[in-house]
């Protein structure tokens, strides 16, 4: 099932099952418990982030040939990092270029998200896929100013500015993804492809990061793990490629769909 969340005409917000002729039916229920789909049509006037998170969870370096582009150690185990709530955008909602404390240096990293169904702790490989709704399309947008030199050695700084994390546009059940660790995932910058690899070359695939991330720690219904990023982000480019004030921005992920946002600078 794809499963929007939403805004409807009198401002309500909704969840709903997207159907393949692109009208959504409501759903009723707890998406983290039982929740059924109803014969309602739903009225969607705009889509929001398909969750919102209760924490986010991230992963850097996590492919083998990002790793080498940033010309890190394969890591011994994954490099965690987190986001904050407020980082989440809507899809087709600005990323907005940081002005206040300002960034010069923001790139774009498509990312798989996995959504968290049911608390995890102590979850082992084999069962790790049971505790995951689904998943959807992330963008950890990073100024990489901040990540690497504001920030005291921490990366979240330059991670977690408002709009660092647009989310989207549809979260897909995990049935309907047996193997996350198979899905072409891809970045368009305005209209040039910039990243175009799949999740099979990730160093510790989907089971494999529950499993360490739910060691002795609980991993809440609506935690959102962002997988880590192929090859090709701006930085590493040369010349660098950084998001710029009127760009547009489109990640892309096979059986997910496309989560598209223009860039902006934040107003002053
Ligand atoms: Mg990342």
């Not at 030199?149 to 660092?164: A, H, I």
């Not at 072409?184 to 492809?193: D, F, V």
């Not at 991993?219 to 090709?232: E, S």
Request: glycine letters at 8%.
């Amino acid at each position: 099932m794809k499963i929007i969340r939403y805004i409807d005409s009198q401002g309500h917000i909704g969840y709903a099952s997207q159907q393949s002729d692109g009208t959504a039916l409501e759903i009723e229920g707890n998406l983290f418990g039982d929740f059924q789909v109803t014969d309602r049509r739903a009225d969607v006037s705009k889509l929001l982030a398909p969750i919102q998170p209760v924490a986010i969870v991230c992963i850097g370096l996590n492919y083998r040939f990002h790793a080498e582009e940033t010309k890190a150690a394969i890591p011994q185990h994954p490099v965690v990092f987190m986001k904050l709530p407020n980082a989440i955008q809507h899809p087709g909602e600005p990323i907005l270029l940081p002005t206040h404390l300002k960034s010069d240096k923001v790139d774009y990293e498509c990312e798989l998200a996995v959504v968290i169904g049911k608390a995890a702790k102590n979850v082992s490989r084999e069962n790790a896929i049971a505790h995951v709704l689904g998943y959807t399309c992330a963008n950890d947008v990073s100024a990489r100013d901040w990540q690497k030199s504001g920030g005291g050695g921490q990366w979240c700084r330059g991670k977690t500015f408002d709009t660092f994390c647009p989310l989207g546009p549809v979260l897909v059940t995990a049935d309907e993804i047996p193997n996350p660790n198979n899905l072409r995932l891809k970045t368009i910058l305005n209209s040039q492809t910039m990243q175009d690899w799949n999740t099979n070359d990730m160093i510790f695939d989907v089971p494999a990061l529950i499993e360490f991330l739910s060691g002795s720690t609980t991993l809440m219904p609506g935690t959102v793990i962002l997988t880590g990023t192929p090859h090709g982000v701006g930085m590493a480019r040369n010349p660098p490629v950084w998001l710029r004030d009127g760009d547009t921005v489109t990640i892309e992920i096979e059986q997910i769909g496309r989560l598209t946002n223009p860039v902006k600078d934040e107003p002053s």
